[in-house]
């Protein structure tokens, strides 16, 4: 313990050290000055020379105290050192992300980053990683025997939960206040196991879990009477039906999210059922902040679903050709809307916009229109609109988020799904953008985001299975974009470890900060 917390004081000292000297020593040796120049990509860059940010601040040391941590786990292994727990909750889990990609992790290494105080663990399996359910079976193995008060932990994509969790941990979990099960076997029984136990839990996805039914939500219901609390649940894709809703939605009063594939239409069957009831003067009030219909929307029901839950600030529905401007004309207060045939109506006072599972979703109508928009986002739309003409910046917007196709359809071809250049380069291009968030564009390439003018207010930069993507536009982004402080890039074919480790190297040299994850099928 003694050895590990001199270790981390000395890594900060450094950092200050190098923090407050790096003005004069960049004044002082000139040959430092060119090191980028000394990078043996020179033909991915431009004639000018490329100046990598310099950011100074507390940020920058504790990113440069985890990354030093996280290249040091090795050596604390192998000396048998123990857990770290002179670093807080939050620093521990920072380093158990960073490291949970690696192949080659040990009981050892679990046993420093599994700490008897950390409160919330990250075990999902975004990228189906071949040894990772060794790698739960480890850290589980861990918490049962050190017992940490978790608040937050995440299962996501693990198709098989240990035995252990239910059998020896959910029961000391009386803290726990979020979990996430989505896409794993979990039944009804685990549902079970979950309330009985964690009496403080707030949110609960079960989306994508077959095995879960009406019997789940028939407990939840009958806890939540008896003083559970659960806001947020998540039910999409399960074999829950409309009866299950209905009962959630009437038993469970505190429920500000419920996620399944027609809220709005069990709302409006509820509203139509309390209208023919003429001893009931007042209708019962809904706390739902969010309603989502899927494209078996009926027309009739998003007035009574309005009218149940008048503190919804949000609409999705995912099948908009069924949907009239005119529904629209009670629900002035939303600002966030998910649409595209109320741009006319809407467009001029909307901030936020999301379409999904779209047919010929037209772009250039939507920068005409929404000349407020601050926040943009396409996910697996099925076509654009490839009309040639040209699509206007929309100058307020600051977040772009863009999904071709799922992870896991590798084989699908997406060349009808694909935004359109055009269209991409021009809202890419807003001065004021901070967040881009792109998977599996190919008409994404350096051109398009060179000549964007990715501009100095960009702070995350994440790029996924682009793969006409190069270090050539990577290198200029990363000195245009004094602010940007995440760049990732995931499974783009064009871009190998040997670059990203030279970009690293002049991270580390210049001391930015800047926090550069990299990840490929190789």
Not at 184 to 210: A, G, M, P, W, Y
Not at 428 to 449: F, G, V
Request: proline residues 3%; aromatic residues 6%.
């Amino acid at each position: 313990m003694p050895a590990l917390t001199g270790f981390i004081f000395f890594i900060f000292i450094q950092c200050v050290v190098v923090v407050r000297g790096v003005s004069h020593r960049w004044c002082r040796d000139s040959t430092r000055r060119k090191i980028v120049k000394n990078v043996t990509l020179m033909h991915y860059l431009p004639e000018s020379r490329v100046v990598m940010p310099k950011r100074r601040s507390p940020s920058t040391l504790v990113l440069t105290c985890l990354k030093e941590i996280c290249s040091s786990i090795d050596w604390f292994a192998s000396h048998h050192r123990q857990q770290f727990v002179c670093l807080t909750s939050d620093l521990v889990s920072r380093i158990f992300n960073r490291l949970k990609t690696r192949p080659d992790l040990t009981v050892e290494h679990f046993q420093l980053v599994v700490t008897d105080h950390v409160n919330c663990i990250d075990l999902s399996n975004p990228y189906q990683h071949d040894k990772w359910d060794s790698y739960i079976d480890s850290v589980l193995d861990i918490i049962c025997v050190r017992k940490p008060n978790l608040i937050r932990i995440n299962f996501s994509n693990v198709l098989r939960i240990p035995d252990i969790f239910w059998s020896h941990i959910i029961q000391s979990l009386t803290s726990l206040q979020i979990i996430s099960l989505r896409s794993t076997n979990c039944s009804d029984q685990q549902v079970f196991t979950i309330v009985k136990h964690c009496r403080n839990l707030r949110e609960l996805d079960l989306s994508l879990c077959e095995r879960v039914t009406n019997w789940s939500i028939s407990y939840l219901c009958e806890e939540a009477e008896e003083g559970l609390k659960l806001q947020h649940l998540d039910l999409m894709q399960t074999q829950v039906d409309e009866r299950g809703i209905r009962s959630a939605l009437q038993r469970c009063p505190g429920l500000r999210s419920l996620k399944w594939r027609n809220t709005i239409n069990v709302l409006g069957q509820i509203y139509r059922d309390l209208s023919g009831n003429r001893s009931l003067t007042t209708p019962p009030s809904f706390s739902l902040h969010q309603l989502i219909s899927d494209h078996s929307y009926r027309l009739c029901s998003l007035p009574g679903a309005v009218q149940l839950c008048r503190h919804a600030v949000q609409v999705i529905i995912d099948g908009p050709s069924l949907l009239l401007a005119k529904e629209l004309q009670s629900l002035e207060h939303l600002v966030c809307l998910r649409f595209d045939l109320i741009l006319l109506k809407h467009g001029p006072t909307l901030e936020h916009l999301s379409l999904g599972r779209i047919h010929n979703v037209n772009l250039q109508q939507i920068a005409r229109y929404c000349r407020q928009l601050t926040s943009l986002s396409l996910e697996s739309n099925h076509s654009y609109d490839h009309t040639e003409t040209s699509t206007e910046t929309i100058q307020c917007l600051s977040k772009f988020h863009v999904i071709i196709r799922d992870r896991e359809r590798v084989d699908v071809d997406d060349s009808v799904r694909d935004v359109p250049g055009s269209c991409l380069s021009a809202l890419i291009s807003s001065k004021n953008m901070k967040q881009i968030k792109i998977r599996a564009c190919q008409t994404l390439d350096d051109d398009i985001l060179v000549n964007a003018l990715v501009g100095p207010n960009l702070e995350t930069l994440e790029l996924e299975s682009c793969s006409n993507i190069s270090m050539k536009s990577l290198w200029l982004v990363t000195e245009r974009s004094e602010r940007l402080s995440n760049l990732k890039v995931y499974r783009c074919q064009l871009v190998n470890y040997r670059e990203i480790a030279e970009l690293y190297a002049v991270i580390n040299e210049q001391h930015c900060d800047l926090d550069v994850d990299y990840y490929s099928d190789d």
